[in-house]
């Protein structure tokens, strides 16, 4: 679950920006219904009174009407940000481009690193890597001698990733697993695999930008479909974009982010995860799955992938060793279901096979007896510096930030007051050697202006402390 401190913003004020966002983005059609009083204080676990100040906030700002024995409406008069029905925002390849590399260029100076997506380096057990591979290349010296013939990746690696899949709810055999060149070839093989050249693919939103990325180098449009911290992707949206009758573009790809989403930190709940499943293999439409957060999670036990609810190979789950070991081994996974073929040659085409050595270091680590281990320290220290840094945030930034706190992962979605423009905040923290990610990377459509990522990564020192101080202050400058 995300708990969200939201400072000096009443509940009731939250849910009605909520609704607003689904009006204003058009998953909220004019004219259509919204659930009923009891139903929406079930759902977000709040008070009658509490759901209806919600709806009254909305008719106060004229977004929805009540209509005597029959509950609460969107107005036609709220339809004035869009015409026609939800439609795919083009990803425009050099637009994404343009900003991804302005941003890196920008955040190059940096000392302070709040924008890396990455585990504490000091944890990733490089030692014992490297002492592995000294030992592999004595035993076997053709893994770097000659090609491996395999294309489908090292067996050991492949046997190892199927055994840690049962925590994930998932029972595959090795042969359904093809290891490639990190998680993000094992996302373009499985888009490459599902659609084609033109068509749309349904993302949640905010959205990491290197998805946008991949989308915009295969000619792929996103539709972004929006995205809760509390519960990851409206499903109610989903539905109405896939509907077969629907106007627009036909969603040829689902792809989801539910174990501690990037950037909102996200947990799906297990409901929520077999609705979606049950849903796009209903509409038989791909469901791809990025799952590369799933091990970092704080509590007892491993969040189970949309996978685990597969019963008819339509999910293609995408995983790597980037986030639990040492990210520039560049070994991931894909088990693609009914589209294992299809992903087979692909690879082959693409990149014939990925590194057998590499492979061997991560077989070998998940096969000792260090490798649990590893994971409880890595778990245990960023879920400290995850909470170190949300309360540095809560005490240095002004009245009416928002702060979403995971149950895993490394990452916080941060609202700033009265609409700040946090590009505008990157900008002015890179002069003072601070790296943040600004929430308009997120999005192919210019939303999330007034939103930060901010990266647990990095152990919260003394330094830590003092760049967030001076974030803060930044911050509270801008408010005017």
């Not at 709040?114 to 076997?140: N, S």
Request: aromatic share 6%; charged share 20%.
């Amino acid at each position: 679950m995300v708990h969200t401190v939201k400072m000096d913003i009443p509940l009731y004020q939250q849910l009605a920006r909520h609704l607003q966002s689904a009006i204003s983005s058009g998953t909220l059609q004019p004219g259509s219904r919204l659930p009923s009083v009891r139903h929406l204080a079930a759902q977000h676990r709040v008070s009658i009174s509490t759901a209806l100040q919600v709806y009254r906030q909305l008719e106060n700002w004229r977004l929805v009407e009540a209509r005597p024995k029959s509950g609460y409406f969107v107005t036609v008069a709220a339809d004035t940000k869009r015409s026609g029905p939800l439609k795919a925002d083009t990803v425009d390849p050099i637009a994404v481009q343009d900003r991804v590399l302005s941003y890196n260029r920008i955040r190059r100076t940096c000392r302070i690193h709040f924008d890396v997506a990455i585990g504490p380096p000091a944890l990733y057990p490089v030692r014992k890597l490297q002492l592995l591979g000294g030992q592999i290349l004595r035993r076997q010296p053709n893994l770097v001698s000659s090609y491996g013939m395999n294309s489908t990746g090292y067996l050991p690696l492949r046997e190892q990733v199927a055994r840690s899949l049962l925590n994930a709810g998932c029972t595959v055999r090795p042969d359904d697993v093809l290891i490639a060149n990190g998680c993000t070839e094992a996302l373009n093989l499985a888009l490459r695999a599902t659609t084609q050249v033109g068509g749309t693919v349904a993302v949640e939103s905010p959205v990491y930008f290197g998805l946008l990325e991949i989308l915009a180098s295969l000619g792929l449009r996103a539709l972004e479909i929006p995205t809760s911290a509390s519960h990851g992707m409206s499903l109610e949206a989903l539905e109405l974009v896939t509907r077969p009758d629907t106007a627009g573009p036909r969603v040829a790809a689902v792809v989801s982010i539910p174990n501690f989403h990037n950037p909102l930190g996200s947990l799906m709940p297990d409901s929520h995860k077999k609705r979606l499943v049950e849903l796009l293999n209903a509409r038989q439409i791909p469901l791809i799955e990025d799952d590369v957060y799933g091990e970092l999670h704080f509590g007892g036990q491993r969040p189970f992938a949309l996978k685990s609810w597969d019963t008819t190979g339509n999910v293609l789950l995408c995983g790597s060793a980037s986030k639990v070991l040492a990210p520039n081994l560049r070994v991931g996974w894909i088990v693609a279901g009914r589209w294992q073929n299809r992903v087979e040659a692909l690879k082959f085409t693409q990149s014939i096979n990925t590194a057998e050595l590499p492979q061997a270091m991560v077989a070998e680590f998940m096969a000792s007896g260090g490798y649990d281990h590893h994971l409880r320290r890595l778990r245990q220290q960023i879920k400290i510096q995850t909470r170190q840094t949300a309360q540095a945030i809560t005490h240095h930034f002004p009245p009416g930030t928002v702060v979403h706190i995971p149950s895993g992962g490394y990452l916080l979605w941060i609202g700033l007051p009265n609409e700040i423009d946090a590009w505008q905040v990157f900008e002015q923290a890179v002069q003072q050697g601070i790296g943040v990610t600004p929430g308009t990377l997120f999005t192919g459509s210019g939303r999330f202006k007034d939103y930060l990522r901010i990266s647990c990564g990095n152990a919260f020192d003394a330094e830590a402390e003092r760049a967030m101080a001076q974030l803060g202050r930044l911050v509270a400058a801008m408010q005017g």
